[in-house]
């Protein structure tokens, strides 16, 4: 069973920087998909950024160049850095897991695993 818990959200001003972090246990598998969502009020989920079993990663047009994922394997912890933090960022941020995918996504219906969520809110 994939256990999947949140941290490292907070309010910050824009042009800040917060790293998410989360500590996952259970994922392990010969592949799989780790990634980062967000939600704000009145909008769907939405995938930002992604990291495969083989470390491959991808992002959301919007968030290349300011987000940054990745995963600490002996840690079993996967991070979210977020540089330059615009108004817009603001949402809670889920990561999510799924073992033995055909290939990897950010469409959230691809995933079986969440955590709870850390709130992340920017003012300008």
């Known amino acids: 069973q994939v256990q999947l818990v949140e941290s490292g959200g907070g309010s910050v001003q824009a042009g800040g920087s917060l790293r998410l972090s989360c500590a996952a246990s259970?994922?392990?598998?010969?592949?799989?998909?780790m990634s980062w969502f967000r939600q704000s009020p009145g909008n769907e989920r939405e995938g930002v950024a992604f990291?495969?079993?083989?470390?491959?990663?991808t992002y959301l047009d919007s968030v290349k160049g300011r987000f940054t994922i990745s995963l600490d394997n002996p840690k079993s912890t996967l991070y979210l850095q977020i540089d330059s933090l615009k108004p817009e960022d603001t949402a809670m941020y889920y990561c999510?897991?799924?073992?033995?995918?055909?290939?990897?996504?950010?469409?959230?219906?691809?995933?079986?695993?969440w955590g709870g969520g850390t709130q992340v809110t920017v003012s300008s």
């Open positions: 259970g994922y392990r598998a010969r592949t799989y998909c």
């Open positions: 990291i495969d079993s083989d470390g491959r990663t």
């Open positions: 999510a897991a799924v073992l033995t995918p055909y290939y990897c996504t950010l469409s959230a219906a691809a995933y079986k695993y």
